[in-house]
C-alpha cells in the first residue's frame, strides 16, 4: 500500500511540472496602434493564453492581450514590458496616451510591449459589478459604519464574481509575475527587460523573486515594495509639512498662507464639531444634492490631494476657502467620500499583497499622531476584512536581494510613493540606481516632467554607465492663489 501511495504523488507531481512547462500560446496579427492624437503605427497585437491558476490547475484559462511594437535597432535587446499601475491600469491604454512617444523612444533598445495584465484592459473578461456602496449623503461618514458597510458590500461583490465563474483568488501578483514569464517563453527569448510605476513596479518586483534568472533590466518608477500596498499616514504627515515649507519659501504664497498647517488643523477641527453641508451634483444621476462634509470625509479628500503639485498647488486656497465656509473647491469630489464600487482585479491583487503585522502595527499607531490618520488607506481595510483568506501571506512580503540591473525613479513630491520606499528597496539591490526628480509629484510627472528623465532611462536600459544617473530638479511649485481684486475679469 506505501508504494502504491509513494508512486500516485509521483505521478501527481509529474503531472504538476508537465502542466507548469507546457508551451503557452501566443498568437499575432498585424495592428494599427493609434494614439489619443490619432497618429498612428504599425504594430502587433499578440494573444497570450495562461492558465487561470497555476496551483489548482483546474483547466480554466485567460487571454491576455498586448500590444507589440518592433524595435528600431537592427541589433535589439531584451523585449521591454510595460507594466501599469493601479492595480488596474492597462498599458495598452497608457500607450495611447501621454506617454506614447516614450514607447516610441524605448524602441531604440529593443521590442516594446504595452501589456494589460490579467484582469486589465483588453485582458478583462471579468464581469462588471454594477452596484454601488452608497452611504447617506445627509450624514458625515464615520469610519466604523462606512466599513461595516463596505465590508458587506465588498462580500456582496465577491459571491456575484463566484456565480459568474470568477475566482478572485485568481487575481494576485504572483499569478501576473508568472503571466510574464510565460510570455517570454511564448516570445522565445532569454529575458525580458521591465518598465514600471506604481503597482506595476509591485509586479516587477515579485517578478525579480520567481524569475530573476529571466530578467534582464529593471525599470521601478514611483517605487511599491513588497510589503508597501497600504500607505503610511507619516508619509502623508511629511507631505504635508514640506507643503508648508515650500509655502513658507515662497514670498508670495506665505503672505497669502502664512499658516497652511495651522489653516488645516483647524478646518478639521471645525468640520469635526459642526460638519458643512456642501452643494454638489450626483455623479450618477446628475441631480443636485447636498453632502455632509465631516472630519473624516475631508481626511479622504485632502489624501487624495496628495498624489502630486499639479493638485495640491490648489490645497493651501481650498483650505482658507473652506474655513470661510466656501467648499465649492472641492464640490466635485465630494459625493466620491460617500459611495463607490470594486472592481475584481483591482480589489483581489490589493488583498492578495496584503500588510504584515508589523506593518499594520506601525500604521495603526501613526493613524493617532498625524493629521490626516489612515485617510490616504480608505477603503483598504474593509475589503481586507471581506476577503482574508485572499492574502498570499509573509513569504510574498518578505525581501529578496537581486544583484539585477535596476533603475528606481522617484519623485519629491510624490504622495503615493515616496522617495522612502526606492531607498528601502534599494537595500537589497546591489546593482539598484536612484533617479530623484525633486518636486516631481505621482504619475506623469516621473517619466515626462523633465527630457532628462527619458535620456536617463535609455542610457540604463543600453547599459551605458552609472555616472548619467543624476538627480533632476524641476522648478518650484507655484501655488494658486486668488487674484487681488482689481487684477480680476
Wanted: charged content about 25%.
Amino acid at each position: 500500500m506505501k508504494k502504491i501511495i509513494t508512486l500516485s504523488y509521483w505521478s501527481i507531481f509529474l503531472s504538476l511540472h508537465a502542466f507548469a512547462q507546457s508551451e503557452p500560446m501566443l498568437n499575432f496579427e498585424p495592428y494599427i496602434f493609434e494614439n489619443s492624437k490619432q497618429e498612428s503605427v504599425e504594430a502587433e497585437m499578440g494573444t497570450l493564453t495562461v492558465p487561470a491558476n497555476r496551483i489548482k490547475t483546474d483547466g480554466r484559462s485567460l487571454q491576455l492581450k498586448f500590444v507589440r511594437f518592433k524595435s528600431t535597432n537592427p541589433n535589439p535587446g531584451s523585449p521591454i514590458v510595460y507594466l501599469a499601475g493601479g492595480p488596474g491600469g492597462s498599458g495598452i491604454s497608457t500607450a495611447r496616451g501621454s506617454r506614447f512617444e516614450l514607447f516610441m523612444a524605448m524602441r531604440e533598445v529593443a521590442d516594446v510591449i504595452a501589456f494589460d495584465q490579467r484582469g486589465t484592459g483588453l485582458s478583462n473578461e471579468n464581469p462588471r459589478y454594477e452596484n454601488y456602496w452608497v452611504y447617506p449623503f445627509d450624514q458625515p461618514l464615520d469610519k466604523d459604519t462606512a466599513y461595516r458597510m463596505i465590508t458587506e458590500f465588498t462580500a456582496g461583490a465577491a459571491r456575484f464574481w463566484k456565480e459568474k465563474g470568477v475566482e478572485l483568488g485568481d487575481y494576485n501578483t504572483n499569478e501576473s509575475a508568472d503571466d510574464l514569464n510565460d510570455l517570454r517563453r511564448a516570445l522565445g527569448v532569454e529575458k525580458l527587460s521591465l518598465w514600471s510605476i506604481s503597482y506595476g513596479s509591485h509586479l516587477a518586483l515579485a517578478t525579480m523573486k520567481r524569475h530573476e534568472q529571466y530578467l534582464d533590466k529593471v525599470i521601478l518608477a514611483g517605487v511599491e515594495g513588497w510589503d508597501h500596498t497600504v500607505k503610511l499616514p507619516s508619509d502623508s504627515q511629511k507631505l504635508l509639512e514640506r507643503i508648508d515649507s515650500l509655502i513658507k519659501s515662497d514670498p508670495e504664497a506665505s503672505s497669502s498662507y502664512p499658516d497652511f498647517l495651522g489653516d488645516l488643523k483647524a478646518l478639521l477641527q471645525k468640520v469635526d464639531q459642526q460638519p458643512a453641508l456642501v452643494s454638489t451634483t450626483h455623479p450618477l444621476t446628475g441631480q443636485k444634492i447636498e453632502v455632509a462634509v465631516g472630519k473624516y470625509d475631508l481626511q479622504i479628500l485632502i489624501a487624495s490631494t496628495l498624489r502630486g503639485p499639479s493638485i495640491f498647488r490648489r490645497l493651501p486656497y481650498w483650505c482658507k476657502q473652506m474655513l470661510n465656509d466656501d467648499f465649492s473647491g472641492i464640490s466635485k469630489w465630494v459625493p466620491y467620500t460617500h459611495g463607490g464600487n470594486v472592481s475584481a482585479m483591482s480589489l483581489a491583487m490589493d488583498v492578495a499583497s496584503g500588510i504584515s503585522p508589523e506593518r499594520l502595527k506601525r500604521i495603526e499607531r501613526e493613524e493617532k499622531e498625524t493629521l490626516l490618520a489612515g485617510a490616504i488607506n480608505f477603503p483598504y481595510m474593509a475589503h481586507r476584512a471581506a476577503l482574508p483568506d485572499l492574502d498570499l501571506g509573509s513569504s510574498f512580503r518578505h525581501p529578496v536581494r537581486s544583484d539585477l540591473p535596476v533603475l528606481c525613479i522617484s519623485g519629491t513630491l510624490d504622495g503615493r510613493t515616496q522617495p522612502s520606499n526606492a531607498t528601502e528597496v534599494l537595500q537589497y539591490l546591489s546593482n539598484g540606481h536612484h533617479l530623484i526628480i525633486h518636486g516631481a509629484g505621482h504619475s506623469d510627472p516621473l517619466f515626462l516632467s523633465s527630457p532628462d528623465i527619458k535620456e536617463t532611462m535609455l542610457a540604463f536600459m543600453k547599459g551605458e554607465p552609472v555616472e548619467v544617473y543624476q538627480d533632476i530638479m524641476l522648478p518650484p511649485v507655484k501655488f494658486y492663489v486668488e487674484p487681488a481684486e482689481g487684477d480680476r475679469e
